[in-house]
């Protein structure tokens, strides 16, 4: 008899998904992926369609992970337009069976996605913050644990900073090279299409660059693509220990969001709702 489909929302995946499980899950598919032959992980370029009309995409990432044996699909809308009360992202993950290929759960995506990107990217926690929207810049300061400094521009959100993250839709350079003092670091996690951008040449060519995929960021990234700027390493060589951390020098870490780190994350919030329910019965 066939197991009932399960769906697991934002709320419960909350409860169940904490960084010190997800830390070593995720380093450990990063070091796979980067492994000669990709230890195990398949994972094909995101499929994107465009839905010019209403100035969105819709994206479609699969992935298998032989060592967890886990296999989804996380299915992706991001728009250029969204209101106040309408996210420009939204996700849902769909986990399989791999044995059978047959459909176990359906995810929302939101925490999955959020948790991932926060853990591969490394963020702060002692927090300055600029948003072209003062509403939702003052939305986002109220949610963080810990000082927060709102500020009146990009620039003054970044001089001296140790840590820079930029997390925006941005279509042209919104962080600028002769902002960041040496040594920084930059984790760069939006403008994940070809054409967008949001670093300029000057920090894109002066900055040691790492990228999740190699093949991604040479695809997906107008960061990367357009500023013509090479790639230093992939964050799984680093994990693994065959490229280094060059820590002294800027650094840039080119975020795009892989599909394999939705899929073992799915995987790791699967896993801790059935002991839950186990726990239950």
């Not at 009932?4 to 070091?31: D, F, M, T």
């Not at 930029?166 to 350079?173: D, I, Q």
């Not at 070809?194 to 995929?213: A, C, H, I, T």
């Not at 990367?224 to 060589?237: C, D, H, P, R, Y």
Request: include cysteine.
């Amino acid at each position: 008899m066939a197991e009932e489909l399960v769906y697991i929302g934002s709320g419960e995946i909350a409860q169940l998904l904490r960084y010190s499980e997800l830390l070593p899950v995720l380093e450990r598919a990063l070091a796979n992926f980067s492994s000669a032959g990709g230890g195990g992980v398949q994972q094909p370029l995101r499929s994107t369609v465009s839905v010019a009309k209403h100035s969105g995409f819709l994206g479609v990432m699969p992935a298998y992970s032989a060592e967890d044996d886990a296999l989804a699909t996380k299915i992706v809308r991001f728009y250029q337009r969204s209101s106040s009360t309408t996210s420009s992202h939204h996700a849902t993950v769909l986990l399989f069976d791999p044995s059978n290929g047959i459909l176990k759960a359906v995810m929302d995506g939101a925490v999955i996605t959020d948790m991932r990107t926060a853990a591969v990217s490394a963020i702060a926690t002692k927090v300055r913050v600029w948003s072209p929207t003062r509403e939702r810049v003052e939305r986002f300061a109220e949610t963080v644990k810990g000082p927060v400094q709102i500020c009146a521009s990009a620039k003054e959100a970044v001089l001296d900073a140790d840590v820079v993250i930029t997390v925006t839709m941005a279509m042209e350079p919104i962080l600028f090279g002769e902002w960041v003092k040496p040594g920084a670091h930059v984790n760069a996690v939006g403008a994940c299409r070809p054409d967008w951008r949001e670093l300029d040449d000057g920090l894109m060519k002066n900055s040691v660059l790492y990228v999740d995929s190699r093949v991604g960021a040479m695809n997906e990234s107008g960061d990367v693509i357009l500023s013509k700027a090479e790639i230093f390493a992939e964050l799984g060589e680093v994990v693994k220990g065959t490229k280094p951390a060059l820590c002294e020098k800027t650094t840039v870490f080119k975020s795009l969001g892989m599909a394999i780190e939705d899929t073992v994350t799915a995987k790791l919030v699967y896993d801790r709702w059935e002991v839950k329910n186990k726990q239950k019965s």
